[in-house]
């Protein structure tokens, strides 16, 4: 075995990003991933920006290591080939708006009668229950409905959107983990099951300390900038020439924070002894820190940290982390060659395994780039039936 996933055959329904980000990782991680789009169409993603020749960067970014298939699901003989194709695959993952399968008759119901160890993953705004379940949304809305924005932004200032597509990118992280414990969980029962994840539940998972905050003080969270609202000194301070965010996050670090900082007789104030006091006394903190991190640039902070043991780092931008000495060294931007776009940049994968590690087998597919490959290789199909479906726009 190469890959772990490797004997896993997925059908992937989803277009844009949760339900792609999910088959990705899917993908590099060795299972077979026929994408499923709309003929002449494909994935709205396609259509949006930069394009390279006319290929979106964007689709290319979360959809390699895929087949793509045309399929029009409208019509009986597409509906046909669906059927078919799911009684040879593992796992099925949508992100439609719920209802929208059982619309077509294609719903985990109906399916798991053609394939009873089918795992059926559906990811979706608001989830297959509950009051707002066929509501639509995109990721800005959950991170708006979800709370994260709340405590998203500077101090005083207005509730900001985080800069990254969490709404989307966690939503296809547990869906990942939703598949992967199902597959699990088949291996021992025999029987498949449905995997059903919201969007919004998603990011109500990741409020972590804001709720906890709110049930024990009543207070209710709001922005704080780069400070972490329970540990203090956890923030970003201005340096000579920039940045740096420093996470001194006990009291042995804090000490030896001082001692760096050429500010000794913090130590023994007892004002700032224990975390709960410095996060008491954080408005007179401050100041006294600050100050001392403006006679250094951020490069001799870091040597300095570094040396004492304190967690730190540069604030970057996003070439500064395509150029990070570690993140290449961790193969996690990675070029990919694209048969019309060229060598496309991306993020490589965050997964080491140290005996089956995933790897990327494939660049993003056209539209369509093997639909008569995967219809001959799982259905058998001839020539002569491929053109007769053709002729008839199925695919």
């Known amino acids: 075995m190469e890959c772990p996933l490797e004997n896993i055959k997925v059908l992937d329904l989803s277009r844009v990003l949760a339900g792609p980000y999910a088959t990705m990782i899917l993908g590099d991680l060795g299972a077979d991933i026929i994408k499923v789009e709309l003929p002449n169409t494909g994935d709205d993603a396609r259509q949006f920006g930069p394009h390279v020749n006319n290929e979106s960067a964007y689709f290319m970014s979360i959809n390699r290591n895929k087949r793509s298939i045309t399929l029009n699901l409208k019509e009986h003989e597409g509906k046909k080939i669906f059927l078919e194709l799911i009684s040879q695959v593992d796992v099925l993952v949508e992100n439609f708006r719920p209802g929208t399968m059982e619309k077509l008759n294609l719903g985990y119901k109906e399916l798991k009668e053609v394939n ?18 066929k509501r639509a949304a995109y990721d800005a809305v959950v991170q708006a409905m979800g709370g994260i924005m709340s405590i998203t932004g500077e101090k005083g200032g207005k509730p ?3 800069g990254s597509s969490i709404g989307d990118l966690t939503a296809g992280m547990f869906t990942v983990i939703g598949i992967l414990t199902a597959l699990h969980s088949r291996s021992i029962t025999g029987k498949g099951q449905k995997v059903d994840v919201a969007m919004l539940d998603c990011q109500v998972s990741l409020l972590e300390n804001a709720i906890a905050r709110y049930a024990v003080t009543g207070e209710v969270p709001k922005p704080g900038g780069n400070r972490h609202p329970s540990i203090v000194p956890f923030e970003s301070f201005d340096t000579l020439d920039g940045e740096i965010m420093i996470a001194a996050g006990n009291d042995a670090l804090w000490k030896k924070l001082c001692l760096i900082l050429e500010r000794e007789t913090l130590v023994d104030d007892d004002r700032f002894k224990t975390n709960p006091l410095r996060n008491s006394n954080y408005e007179a903190l401050r100041p006294l820190i600050s100050e001392a991190f403006k006679l250094k640039t951020t490069a001799e902070w870091q040597l300095l940290l ?17 150029e990070n000495p570690q993140v290449q060294a961790r193969e996690m931007v990675i070029e990919v060659e694209h ?7 991306m993020p490589g ?20 780039q093997h639909t008569e490959e995967i219809l001959k290789e799982l259905l058998q199909y001839s020539n002569e039936k491929l053109k007769r479906l053709k002729d008839k726009n199925i695919f």
Request: glycine share 14%.
């Open 306 to 322: 570094d040396n004492g043991g304190i967690p730190n780092g540069p604030i970057n931008t996003i070439d500064q982390v395509l």
């Open 116 to 133: 009873p160890k089918l795992i059926y993953a559906a990811t979706s705004g608001f989830g297959h229950s509950g009051p707002y379940s």
């Open 339 to 345: 048969p019309v776009a060229g060598k496309l940049k």
């Open 160 to 162: 900001t959107r985080v």
């Open 349 to 368: 994968i965050p997964i080491k395994l140290s005996d089956t590690p995933g790897k990327v087998r494939r660049p993003a597919p056209i539209l369509g």
